[in-house]
């Protein structure tokens, strides 16, 4: 089986993001690369998404340049792959980022696992007396894509 390699217009590459929940963000400190999976929502040139602290969260607060791919398979012939590079936001729980706190919760709570990546530790974490969730916002700044399509 052979393939054709064809880049995506930046329409086919919304389209995608649209579409997609599940990607690899990759963030960066200290010339270090650190690469995560993250479950996202996307709407009108923001993708959302939600996290506890952590080392993801910490390097795109000292570095707000981030990068997230996102892949689909067909049944077995072919591939699409967009890449996002963008500018982290985070939405801290105060009143002046009320709404976009409330958008990304009502995009990302569609799904019914939305928080599991996020909230996931390896270890037990302590209770605190105050929520720890962080919501935040990839805005884009660019969307590149292919997609391998098979010629029988």
């Known amino acids: 089986m052979s393939y054709i390699l064809k880049d995506l217009t930046q329409a086919e590459c919304f389209a995608v993001?649209?579409?997609?929940?599940?990607?690899?963000?990759?963030?960066?400190?200290?010339?270090?690369?650190?690469?995560?999976?993250?479950?996202?929502?996307?709407?009108?040139?923001?993708?959302y998404s939600f996290s506890m602290p952590g080392r993801k969260v910490d390097w795109m607060r000292a570095n707000e340049n981030v990068c997230l791919q996102i892949d689909q398979h067909g049944t077995g012939k072919g591939w699409t792959s967009v890449v996002v590079d963008g500018r982290f936001e985070e939405f801290p729980d105060t009143d002046l980022w009320r709404n976009e706190r409330l958008q990304a919760w009502s995009l990302l709570q569609k799904h019914f696992d939305w928080w599991e990546i996020g909230a996931l530790k390896p270890q037990p974490q302590a209770t605190a007396s105050e929520s720890e969730h962080i919501f935040y916002g990839i805005f884009v700044r660019e969307v590149t894509g292919r997609t391998a399509l098979s010629v029988d």
């Open 17 to 47: 993001l649209e579409h997609s929940r599940f990607g690899h963000l990759a963030c960066c400190k200290d010339d270090k690369p650190y690469l995560v999976p993250i479950y996202f929502a996307y709407a009108k040139g923001v993708i």
